[in-house]
Nanobody, 121 residues
Framework: QVQLVESGGGLVQAGGSLRLSCAAS????????MGWYRQAPGKQRELVAT???????NYADSVQGRFTISRDNARNRVYLQMASLKPEDSAVYYC???????????????WGQGTQVTVSS
């Protein structure tokens, strides 16, 4: 069983910063990639940023230059440093991990429960 637990969400004024954290635990053999997605009310879930084992990061155009994703492979953690936040960044932010639980299993995607980020204007 695998669990992903996010933390660090909250309410912040436009222009402010927040740092999200996500910890993966349980039966984990190898994590190939971790990432952050977000979903605003009435909208589809969208990619924010992902990072692979080697550190290669990918960002949505809307957050490029403002958000930074990082990862602690030894602790199975991923972080999202968000700066210059805008009201349109308000959403529930979900952590995900693409991992396998043992040597013989396939890689699968797991999701956290989400953390709310609200940016006031």
């Amino acid at each position: 069983q695998v669990q992903l637990v996010e933390s660090g969400g909250g309410l912040v004024q436009a222009g402010g910063s927040l740092r999200l954290s996500c910890a993966a635990s349980g039966s984990i053999f190898n994590i190939k990639a971790m990432g952050w997605y977000r979903q605003a009310p009435g909208k589809q879930r969208e990619l924010v940023a992902t990072i692979r084992n080697a550190g290669n990061a990918n960002y949505a155009d809307s957050v490029q230059g403002r958000f930074t994703i990082s990862r602690d492979n030894a602790r199975n953690r991923v972080y999202l440093q968000m700066a210059s936040l805008k009201p349109e960044d308000s959403a529930v932010y979900y952590c995900n991990a693409y991992l396998k639980t043992d040597y013989y299993s396939d890689y699968e995607t797991y999701w956290g429960q989400g953390t709310q980020v609200t940016v006031s204007s």
